[in-house]
């Protein structure tokens, strides 16, 4: 449980934390490990690896294992699939998508990457995968019954139900590149009633965003496609001190 570990300690010390999302075919130019390394020195808590598009397994590891050389902050899978299970990282998000209309992304896919997680020695972090909105990739992908951003209530009774499972991480997701973020009354619906590690993301690029999911009560946000597009550092740090300053 190291890593769980530290994401609570990290979440009591400093606030609402800053996940980096990196995408091991998208990012623009730079290689994903300077791109890790530049999100560590501004303040980044995690890595998540991942991605909703069929990445090969070999340049996934490759990926992992150059991350893992370049950065301290834990290395954690984020998958879209079967396929996201590599070796190398510290930890996976092992997410059912509960909003899921196919049982292929609830149960089937977890069964068949389960004795990967097992083999490759990989810290399992029990998450229900929450999708809101719609025409985002995920969506597409995911065979969403998806939860519109204007009913919180929905949000909730699946963030409940998955505290009932026992899962211990919420993540709600608006997308990657969503026009739109997950909505401060949906966040703040979920976290007055869910008691573990609530993780939002999709569609967050600015300080002011990001501050507004932070207030609602996220533990962490994950910031993907603005770094993929070569957006500044500088943004990025200005982010991390905003967010940390919320709620300590
Ligand atoms: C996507 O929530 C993450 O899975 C990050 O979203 O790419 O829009 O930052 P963005």
């Given at each position: 449980?190291?890593?769980?570990?530290?994401?609570h300690t990290a979440r009591k010390k400093n606030g609402t934390l800053l996940f980096v999302l990196i995408?091991?075919?998208?990012?623009?130019?730079?290689?994903?490990?300077?791109?890790?390394?530049e999100a560590e020195k501004n303040?980044?808590?995690?890595?998540?690896i991942g991605g909703s598009s069929a990445t090969d397994q070999l340049t996934m590891?490759?990926?992992?294992s150059s991350i893992k050389k370049a950065v301290k902050i834990p290395v954690i899978l984020f998958p879209g699939n079967v396929t996201g299970v590599v070796p190398g990282a510290d930890a996976i998000l092992f997410s059912s998508l509960l909003n899921s209309d196919n049982p292929y992304f609830i149960s089937q896919a977890q069964a068949l990457g389960a004795p990967s997680v097992l083999r490759f020695g990989l810290e399992p972090l029990p998450?229900?995968?929450?999708?809101?909105?719609?025409?985002?990739?995920?969506?597409?992908?995911?065979?969403?019954?998806?939860?519109p951003f204007d009913k919180?209530?929905?949000?909730?009774?699946?963030?409940?139900?998955?505290?009932?499972?026992?899962?211990?991480?919420?993540?709600?997701?608006?997308?990657?590149?969503?026009?739109?973020?997950?909505?401060?009354?949906?966040?703040?619906?979920?976290?007055?009633?869910?008691?573990?590690?609530?993780?939002?993301?999709g569609g967050i690029r600015s300080p002011e965003t990001a501050k507004e999911v932070a207030k609602a009560g996220a533990?962490?946000?994950?910031?993907?496609?603005?770094?993929?597009?070569?957006?500044?550092?500088?943004?990025i740090s200005d982010i991390v001190k905003t967010i940390q300053s919320v709620r300590k």
């Open positions: 449980e190291k890593t769980e570990n530290y994401l995408d091991s075919e998208n990012s623009a130019g730079q290689s994903a490990s300077s791109l890790a390394k303040g980044a808590s995690a890595i998540l590891t490759e990926t992992v998450t229900a995968y929450i999708i809101i909105g719609e025409g985002t990739t995920v969506w597409h992908v995911g065979s969403v019954r998806t939860i919180p209530g929905l949000a909730v009774m699946y963030a409940l139900s998955a505290q009932f499972m026992g899962m211990r991480f919420v993540y709600l997701e608006a997308g990657s590149g969503a026009k739109s973020n997950v909505q401060p009354e949906m966040i703040a619906a979920v976290r007055k009633l869910f008691k573990g590690f609530l993780i939002v993301g533990d962490a946000i994950v910031i993907g496609t603005f770094i993929e597009k070569g957006g500044s550092f500088k943004t």
